[in-house]
């Protein structure tokens, strides 16, 4: 794809560029711990979340070896549910260090189990320098970041225009940009006490082209993204333009 080409979707989510971060403030967020590489409460939580997500779902992986063995990842998703978390990081051997929005961490209980499973906080709607510089640390030690470009959940409505805080951090540190397509959690539960198969398709890695805009990748990346998954979970990814 030619690293100049824009879609009618860069005006789209003009408003949603992630901006340059701003001078160092104090950030109370600094006087806490998250981690970024596995820890052993991280491994035990994991394999009894698998034991609990057994009891009502059947996870399928399809491409399980396209994602890296080792290096900085950044794995976008489409966002169906809250419980996509769990299906995306069971599907793959190495931890993925998710950001989320800060209201998730507000519950002391949540946050620590969060930040224990290397979730960390963003502001969204606003600079949030800390963030940002936390999700380069995670890229920068060589793990996996996991990232909802949507911004919010979908509730199977289909996907919604993304915004380019994931392209922007994958070009900063030359990242490849792995695409993993959900679909089945929308339904959890719905059918209790019985299992709800869930899908996670992972793409082929996109490796940023030098001099690509972070709007040119972002289109890229989602639709990519969308051609993973079944035409009514597209959205606005629904027609893929030529050079796509």
Same mark, same amino acid.
């Given at each position: 794809?030619?690293?100049?080409?824009?879609?009618?979707?860069?005006?789209?989510?003009?408003?949603?560029?992630?901006?340059?971060?701003?001078?160092?403030?104090?950030?109370?967020?600094?006087?806490?711990?998250?981690?970024?590489?596995?820890?052993?409460?991280?491994?035990?939580?994991?394999? !009894?979340?698998?034991?609990?997500?057994?009891?009502?779902?059947?996870?399928?992986?399809?491409?399980?070896?396209?994602?890296?063995?080792?290096?900085?990842?950044? #794995?976008?998703?489409?966002?169906?549910?809250?419980?996509?978390?769990?299906? !995306?990081?069971?599907? #793959?051997?190495?931890?993925?260090?998710?950001?989320?929005?800060?209201?998730?961490?507000?519950?002391?209980?949540?946050?620590?189990?969060?930040?224990?499973?290397?979730?960390?906080?963003?502001?969204?709607?606003?600079?949030?320098?800390?963030?940002?510089?936390?999700?380069?640390?995670?890229?920068?030690?060589?793990?996996?970041?996991?990232?909802?470009?949507?911004?919010?959940?979908?509730?199977?409505?289909? !996907?919604?225009?993304?915004?380019?805080?994931?392209?922007?951090?994958? #070009?900063?540190?030359?990242?490849?940009?792995?695409?993993?397509?959900?679909?089945?959690?929308?339904?959890?539960?719905?059918?209790?006490?019985?299992?709800?198969?869930?899908?996670?398709?992972?793409?082929?890695?996109?490796?940023?082209?030098?001099?690509?805009?972070?709007?040119?990748?972002?289109?890229?990346?989602?639709?990519?993204?969308?051609?993973?998954?079944?035409?009514?979970?597209?959205?606005?990814?629904?027609?893929?333009?030529?050079?796509?």
């Amino acid at each position: 794809m030619g690293s100049t080409h824009l879609t009618s979707y860069d005006t789209q989510r003009g408003h949603h560029k992630i901006a340059e971060p701003e001078a160092s403030i104090a950030d109370p967020r600094d006087a806490k711990r998250y981690a970024l590489e596995e820890t052993i409460f991280r491994r035990i939580l994991t394999q !009894m979340v698998r034991g609990a997500f057994s009891l009502f779902a059947i996870i399928d992986v399809k491409g399980r070896d396209h994602f890296p063995a080792d290096g900085p990842v950044v #794995l976008v998703a489409n966002h169906l549910n809250h419980l996509d978390v769990f299906p !995306m990081q069971l599907a #793959l051997p190495r931890p993925i260090f998710f950001m989320g929005k800060a209201e998730l961490f507000q519950n002391p209980l949540v946050d620590l189990v969060f930040r224990n499973l290397g979730g960390f906080p963003v502001y969204r709607g606003s600079r949030d320098r800390w963030a940002l510089e936390h999700a380069r640390k995670i890229l920068e030690n060589g793990q996996v970041l996991g990232i909802f470009p949507e911004g919010k959940r979908s509730q199977g409505r289909g !996907m919604r225009p993304g915004k380019s805080g994931a392209a922007r951090l994958a #070009l900063e540190t030359h990242s490849p940009i792995v695409p993993m397509a959900i679909d089945g959690t929308q339904h959890v539960f719905k059918h209790f006490p019985s299992r709800s198969r869930i899908t996670l398709h992972i793409g082929l890695p996109i490796i940023p082209e030098p001099g690509q805009s972070p709007l040119a990748l972002t289109d890229q990346v989602m639709f990519s993204l969308a051609a993973l998954l079944p035409y009514s979970l597209r959205g606005v990814y629904a027609e893929r333009p030529e050079g796509f």
